[in-house]
């Protein structure tokens, strides 16, 4: 072969690739939008919904071999190697064989038949491979060891001593019980997660984060700080959708960290506020990167019970990210953003009045009509991509074309939350299989010694470490598996141990050494990556205390007398602005160290929750004591001030 021949060769490959990845990316958006539509069932097609999961991996294994490189990259830059060749044809073989031959199979656990067993074996071996390109080696090792230790638990010593279990069994199970990998978590990743990532997906290239950045722009451009204020408010409204910290750090971050530099931001503060920002996004209501929809199936409780117990976080989470944003700006004379660079708001409203709507169709479609999460998100991209066609934004039409993107990219960037899908859900079969659930949760209870806080430590260093550098779904999911339960154990409010996994699952994104959220940021910015997080954790100081008020007393999370809930909230924003004066060190002036430090005294006085413990009373009233007298030394500071003018 010549010189000039060998390119062709190797475009022949790229083009043939790109095709076929191409054809199963848009496939598994399809056959996701078809089961939400219930499109099976109209053409006569009566499948198990384990059945329907397979048809669904039967596409989403061989996508993430021709996609994703064995080596570094998430995805893939030139030819596909023969291995990863045979590696997708083989994933594509087996989960066909699943999805035909479950009805029968999965009836023979009992006598575990040859063709069951070597069809869940090469399943489990393929999706740990997969999630290990994916995902990373942290969660690929937890994993790893759950089986190890299914294998080995009637070995273990005292309270961790589980079943005996031998290795057929345990692949059997595996592979054809409906609780492991054709269980619960791989049912929402492909119907709901799929659904959401296509709603965001769609509002992307229709021009919906631009508009929102846009209103953010008119809202709070001319106020000081308005370069952070622009970013802490567009990342709340994108970042729900998005689903993904990185994603929503890339979206709009590329608007609003430039911003944040040139009104006058460290490139490690502007980085920070803009990981930060897109963080909470995960937490806000009422979809929070999907987990909301996730959390109510884990919890058997209705949607709305959770959109309620999230918001008043997520409300304290934002307005304290929001005051040292705006103190940050006054402590360093920040100049406002340029008239010039601040869009009108007449253009803005009249070329992307129909943005709003999408989210009206999602909630009116959820509380009014009660249709699935699924069916919902389905029917506000749907909203949105008629809007768009019909008027454009900015003079431009959503074309078939960017609606084939959207299909492509939604497939594509579920590919990894699959994975997570299949090898959490191995995770749960070993814990129902071996009984190591409970020895879990009763060694996380003994470690506390019974104590509740110190349980709670445990909890959010393990889920910290859990959560590094894994999507929204995939955190909550494994950690409401493996943590939640021991909280619940010990008395705590289930909705309230489930907020808080998913709170400290998410604060692995701007927590180093692996604060992926804060790393993206930092690139962009142009900052050292480890400050940045470091910054980024002072900047979301609220999201590592929060959790704990709630769980020592759920008014926060609107559970209690309304009495209560109403005082108990105004008492933490309260708190979030002085804890966030002490933080930055300012209000009208520089403060002394002194001066900050009775600041977030006092804040941490007012933002314990009545009757959360013995002396929570007498706390509060020692808070607001001290902060009735900085304020008044504050204004009696500023009236010198003004008479020696």
Same mark, same amino acid.
């Given at each position: 072969?010549?010189?000039?021949?060998?390119? &062709?060769?190797a475009?022949?490959?790229?083009k043939?690739?790109?095709?076929?990845?191409?054809?199963?990316?848009?496939g598994?958006?399809?056959?996701?939008?078809a089961?939400?539509?219930?499109?099976?069932? $109209?053409?006569?097609l009566?499948?198990?919904t +384990?059945?329907?999961?397979?048809?669904m991996?039967?596409?989403?294994?061989?996508?993430?071999?021709?996609?994703v490189p064995?080596?570094?990259g998430?995805?893939?830059?030139? *030819?596909v190697?023969?291995? $990863?060749?045979a590696?997708?044809?083989?994933?594509a073989g087996?989960a066909?064989?699943?999805?035909f031959?479950y009805p029968?199979?999965?009836?023979?656990?009992?006598?575990?038949?040859l063709?069951?067993?070597?069809?869940?074996?090469?399943?489990a071996v393929?999706?740990?491979?997969?999630l290990?390109?994916?995902?990373?080696?942290?969660?690929?090792s937890?994993?790893l060891?759950f089986?190890?230790?299914?294998l080995?638990? $009637?070995?273990?010593p005292g309270?961790?001593e589980?079943?005996?279990?031998?290795l057929e069994?345990?692949?059997y199970?595996?592979?054809w019980?409906?609780?492991?990998?054709?269980?619960t978590?791989?049912?929402i990743v492909t119907?709901?997660?799929?659904?959401?990532?296509?709603?965001?997906?769609?509002? @992307?290239?229709?021009?919906?984060?631009e508009?929102f950045?846009d209103?953010?722009?008119?809202l709070?451009?001319r106020?000081?700080g308005?370069q952070?204020?622009?970013?802490?408010?567009?990342?709340?409204?994108?970042?729900?959708?998005?689903?993904?910290?990185?994603s929503?750090?890339?979206?709009t971050?590329?608007?609003?960290?430039p911003?944040m530099?040139?009104g006058g931001?460290q490139?490690?503060?502007?980085?920070?506020i803009?990981?930060?920002?897109?963080?909470?996004?995960?937490?806000?209501?009422?979809?929070?990167?999907a987990?909301?929809?996730?959390?109510?199936? @884990?919890l058997?409780?209705p949607y709305? $019970?959770?959109?309620?117990?999230?918001?008043i976080?997520?409300?304290l989470?934002?307005v304290?990210?929001?005051?040292?944003?705006?103190l940050?700006?006054?402590?360093?004379?920040m100049?406002?953003?340029?008239?010039? +660079?601040?869009p009108?708001?007449?253009?803005?409203?009249?070329s992307g009045w129909?943005?709003?709507?999408p989210?009206?169709a999602?909630?009116?479609?959820?509380f009014?009509f009660n249709?699935?999460?699924e069916?919902s998100?389905l029917?506000?991209?749907?909203v949105?991509?008629?809007a768009?066609?019909?008027?454009?934004? &900015?003079? &431009? &039409?959503l074309?078939l074309r960017?609606?084939?993107h959207?299909?492509r990219g939604?497939?594509?960037?579920?590919v990894?939350?699959f994975?997570i899908?299949g090898?959490v859900?191995?995770?749960?079969?070993?814990?129902?299989l071996?009984?190591?659930?409970?020895a879990?949760?009763?060694i996380?209870?003994?470690?506390a010694?019974?104590k509740?806080i110190?349980?709670?430590?445990l909890?959010a260093?393990?889920?910290?470490?859990l959560g590094?550098?894994m999507p929204?779904? !995939?955190?909550?999911?494994l950690?409401?598996?493996l943590?939640?339960?021991?909280?619940?154990e010990?008395?705590?409010?289930p909705?309230?141990?489930?907020?808080?996994?998913?709170?400290?699952?998410?604060?692995?994104m701007?927590?180093p050494?692996?604060?992926?959220?804060?790393?993206?940021?930092a690139?962009?910015?142009?900052?050292?990556?480890m400050r940045?997080?470091?910054s980024a954790?002072?900047f979301g100081?609220?999201?590592?205390?929060?959790?704990f008020m709630f769980?020592?007393?759920?008014?926060?999370?609107?559970?209690?007398?309304?009495q209560?809930i109403?005082i108990?909230?105004?008492? *933490?924003?309260a708190?979030?602005?002085?804890?966030s004066?002490?933080i930055i060190?300012?209000?009208?002036?520089?403060l002394?160290?002194?001066?900050r430090?009775?600041?977030?005294?006092?804040?941490?006085?007012?933002?314990?929750p009545?009757?959360a413990?013995?002396?929570a009373?007498e706390?509060?009233?020692? !808070?607001?004591?001290?902060a009735?007298g900085?304020?008044?030394?504050e204004?009696?500071?500023?009236?010198f001030?003004?008479?020696?003018?």
């Open positions: 072969m010549s010189d000039t021949e060998a390119p &062709k060769t475009r022949l490959d790229n043939t690739l790109n095709l076929l990845v191409t054809v199963l990316a848009v598994v958006t399809l056959l996701s939008a089961w939400a539509l219930d499109l099976y069932r $109209d053409v006569g009566q499948i198990y +384990e059945q329907y999961l397979g048809i991996l039967t596409i989403a294994l061989p996508l993430v071999y021709l996609a064995a080596g570094p998430r995805f893939r830059q030139g *030819a190697p023969w291995y $990863d060749i590696a997708a044809i083989v994933g087996v066909a064989y699943t999805a031959w029968e199979l999965t009836e023979a656990i009992g006598r575990r038949p063709d069951g067993l070597i069809v869940g074996g090469i399943m393929l999706l740990i491979e997969g290990r390109r994916t995902v990373g080696m942290i969660l690929t937890v994993v060891l089986l190890i230790l299914a080995i638990g $009637d070995q273990l309270e961790m589980g079943r005996p279990i031998d069994h345990l692949i199970y595996l592979g019980d409906s609780t492991s990998v054709l269980g978590p791989m049912r119907t709901i997660v799929v659904a959401f990532v296509f709603f965001g997906r769609i509002l @992307f290239v229709s021009g919906g984060s508009f950045t209103i953010a722009m008119v709070m451009g106020y000081r308005g952070a204020k622009i970013s802490v408010f567009a990342s709340s409204l994108f970042g729900s959708i998005s689903g993904s910290t990185v929503n750090v890339v979206t971050g590329v608007v609003t960290i911003l530099r040139r931001y490139a490690h503060h502007a980085g920070a803009e990981a930060v920002a897109s963080t909470g996004g995960q937490l806000m209501p009422p979809v929070m990167g987990s909301a929809f996730l959390m109510a199936e @884990f058997q409780i709305t $019970d959770v959109v309620l117990a999230a918001l976080p997520a409300i989470y934002y304290a990210l929001f005051i040292q944003a705006d940050e700006a006054a402590k360093g004379n100049k406002r953003i340029e008239k010039s +660079e601040i009108a708001a007449g253009p803005v409203l009249k129909f943005f709003p709507l989210f009206v999602l909630v009116v479609a959820l009014v249709y699935s999460p069916l998100a029917s506000a991209a749907a949105v991509i008629v768009t066609a019909v008027f454009g934004y &900015k003079g &431009k &039409k074309t960017d609606l084939f959207a299909l939604t497939g594509l960037g579920v990894d939350i994975m899908g090898c859900g191995m995770v749960i079969g070993v814990l129902n071996s009984g190591l659930g409970f879990l949760t009763l996380l209870v003994q470690a010694a019974g509740l110190v349980l709670l430590l909890a260093v393990v889920c910290i470490i590094m550098g929204t779904v !995939g955190v909550y999911v950690l409401a598996t943590v939640a339960p021991a909280l619940v010990v008395g705590v409010l909705i309230a141990a489930h907020l808080f996994i998913l709170y400290f699952g998410m604060m692995s701007i927590t050494p692996v604060a992926i959220g804060a790393f993206a940021a690139n962009l910015s142009g900052a050292d990556p940045t997080g470091f954790m002072r100081w609220l999201a590592f205390i929060i959790p769980v020592a007393s759920p008014t926060l999370i609107m559970h209690g007398e309304w209560f109403v108990d909230t105004l008492g *933490a924003l708190a979030a602005w002085l804890i004066v002490g060190g300012y209000y009208s002036q520089p002394s160290i002194l001066e430090g009775a600041y977030c005294l006092a804040g941490f006085g007012l933002i314990i009545l009757n413990f013995a002396a009373n706390a509060n009233i020692i !808070g607001l004591i001290l009735i900085l304020i008044a030394i204004f009696r500071r500023r009236r001030a003004q008479h020696k003018i």
